[in-house]
Each structure stands twice: as structure tokens, then as C-alpha cells.
């Protein structure tokens, strides 16, 4: 009995530095997108490509997400006892993504954006929780931001483009970040399940 809860024991704690491990090392690879980010910003910037006011408001997008990451990031260091903590800060970082990647989309004109593909970057965060309910709810979440802001963007502008254009581009992308979910968890599955 002794042996049976200690091995209990042994298997919670590896839970829970695996867990601690993953969120650590998720917002250490979020730092380099950041500051790819930011280094996109300083090149468009200096061919003049962006304006004034671009520049100011895509810089406060990039300093608000290194604002949340390095939070996350200095929080995932502690060593908690509940491992839910370790969840909670890897769900707020891809909730965070994806404000972020909906906030370039609409700011790129919608469905005209090259910053769909930063909706890439939750569906791969999620998949290191190795939850397939948090991978199809993320891949879920991603799809409603990407045509709500495609949407938006479209009848705040109207005449940029035609409708058919709007609604193909939406369910094209929406339907992408699902083959990448569904990919992601080939991947993640567990070895067991494997044939």
C-alpha cells in the first residue's frame, strides 16, 4: 500500500514538472516571436512602409504581448503545488495569442491579411497541453476571431472586396486551423492509441 502511494506520488510530480517544463519553455520560444515581431516593425518601418501612427499602435500591440508573456513566463519558473496553475498560464497565452493575431488581422484589412498565419501560433501552443479539447477549442476560438475580424473589417469597408471573396476566404482559413488541429493531434497522441 505504501509502494502504491508513493508510485501515485512519483507520477503527480511528474505531471506537474512536466507541465512546469512545457510552460517555461513555450514562453522562452514566445519571447522570439515577439521580437521577430518587433524586428518585422523596425524593417517595414524603415522603408517607410508603415506610417507614423502604424508604427505607434503595432509597437504597443508587440509591448502589450511581451508585458503578458514575461509575466507568464516568471510565473511558470515557480514551483506551485497545483499543476493547474501550469494550464491556466498556458490557456491565457493562447488567449492572448490570439487577441494578438485578431488585432493584425483587422489592422492588415481583414481577409486581404498575411497575419492569418499568426493564428498558427495558439494551435501549436495548445497542443503542448496534449488535450484534444483544449487543441479543437483553440482551433474553434481561432476560427470565430479570424471571421469576426474578417467580417468586421469587410462591412467597415465596404466595396474593398466582394462577398464571395469574404465568405471563401473565412471557411478556407477557418478549415486550416482544423487540418493543422487535426495534424497537431496525430502527433500528440498517445503512444498506445498508435497503430
Given amino acids: 500500500m505504501v509502494e502504491f502511494s508513493q508510485d501515485m506520488a512519483n507520477r ?40 507614423r501612427e502604424a508604427v505607434s499602435q503595432l509597437w504597443t500591440a508587440a509591448g502589450i504581448m511581451l508585458v503578458i508573456n514575461t509575466v ?35 489592422w492588415q484589412r481583414g481577409l486581404a491579411a498575411k497575419a ?16 484534444r479539447s483544449t487543441l479543437l477549442a483553440t482551433a ?8 469576426i475580424v474578417s467580417v468586421r473589417y469587410f462591412y467597415q469597408n465596404y466595396g474593398e472586396s466582394y462577398r464571395v471573396e469574404l465568405y471563401g476566404t473565412v471557411g478556407f482559413y477557418s478549415a486550416l486551423f482544423f487540418v493543422l488541429a487535426g495534424l497537431l493531434l496525430i502527433i500528440i ?6 497503430f
Fill in 189 to 194: 497522441q498517445p503512444k498506445s492509441e498508435r
Fill in 72 to 106: 507568464l513566463w516568471y510565473l511558470a519558473r515557480m514551483k506551485f503545488s497545483n499543476r493547474n496553475v501550469y494550464i491556466i498560464i498556458v490557456l491565457v497565452l493562447i488567449t492572448a495569442d490570439i487577441v494578438f493575431a485578431s488585432y493584425n488581422v483587422f
Fill in 140 to 147: 474553434s476560438l481561432c476560427a470565430a476571431a479570424y471571421s
Fill in 116 to 131: 492569418v498565419a499568426m493564428f498558427a501560433v495558439p494551435i501549436v501552443t495548445a497542443a503542448i497541453l496534449r488535450s
Fill in 12 to 51: 503527480s510530480s511528474a505531471a506537474e514538472n512536466w507541465l512546469q517544463t512545457s510552460a517555461v519553455k513555450v514562453t522562452r520560444v514566445h519571447f522570439f516571436y515577439i521580437a521577430l515581431y518587433a524586428l518585422s516593425i523596425i524593417v517595414f518601418d524603415s522603408w517607410n512602409l508603415y506610417t
